[in-house]
């Protein structure tokens, strides 16, 4: 398995420890290269990172190999590939799939099938699910190959420059076209599960358009600029338009057995090439009969 590494040219003379903060290196990632196995070269020759770089240095990061935990089982299962290179990997998750084991579907999620794929191919990494479903919700899922490369994910969707957008289906008639729902959320006192408004909840931010009305219900487009524990199903059931299917917040399930919860869009900066990247998946057969 050849381990995974990243090639810098430095811009301007200083400490490479300096650079490497630049190029979004964490400390906590300097860390697991230097005591897990890693390398970082100058001009082809092992340094640490107090070495004095020269303008035009080429300073390469060996990441060391990563293994998965002894809690994840690779598993054979369909797994539904939009795109892949060396950093990531974007995959269509089905619904009533887990993105990762749970207590009571410890087998089939998205993250077994995927080591699967990791191991058949050689790929030295652990799983680093950056946008995770939950069971009922289908659509993109972004994957990063390397605990770098997901730190650098993470940073983005910290600034707002990874776009997640959704299609959902809900109850009730919007009155509004195009609204942002800006409402904290939390855990529901009681609950390990349900969150819910409230004041001493995290910021949390959806902007909803309506795409069409239909009989008795509302077709929207959604956009996550946080990304908190459900909630896209919590701020559309503050507002009184639930998810048709979602029965934990108030919808009903007499027209399709999931919540009806798709993610349509994911747009991102490539962590390694800075190219944007657009990617979109059609809904699923149940969502587009039901529209």
Known sequence: MKPFQLTYTAENPGLLRDALGGWGISKRTLASVKYGGGQILVNGAEVTVRHALEKGDAVTVIFPHEEHGKGLSAED????????????????KP??????????????????????????????????????????????????????????????????????????????????EKFTITAPIGRKNASIIEREVREDGQFAETEVCLLQKLAGYSHVSLQLNTGRTHQIRVHLAHIGHPLVGDDLYGGKRNLIKRQALHCTELELIHPVTDERLFFHSSLNGDMQSLI
């Open 77 to 92: 299962g369909p797994l539904e590939i939009v795109y892949e290179d060396e950093a990531l990997l974007i995959v269509e």
């Open 95 to 176: 619904p009533m799939q887990n993105t990762i084991p749970s207590r009571e579907h410890p087998f089939g999620s998205l993250a077994n099938i995927v080591a699967k794929h990791f191991n058949d191919h050689g790929i030295p990494s652990t799983l680093h699910i950056a946008t995770r479903l939950d069971r009922d919700t289908s659509g993109l899922v972004c994957i990063a190959k390397n605990r770098h490369i997901h730190h650098m994910i993470s940073l983005q969707q910290q600034e707002k420059k990874m776009k997640r957008r959704y299609e959902a289906l809900v109850h009730g008639l919007l009155e509004k």
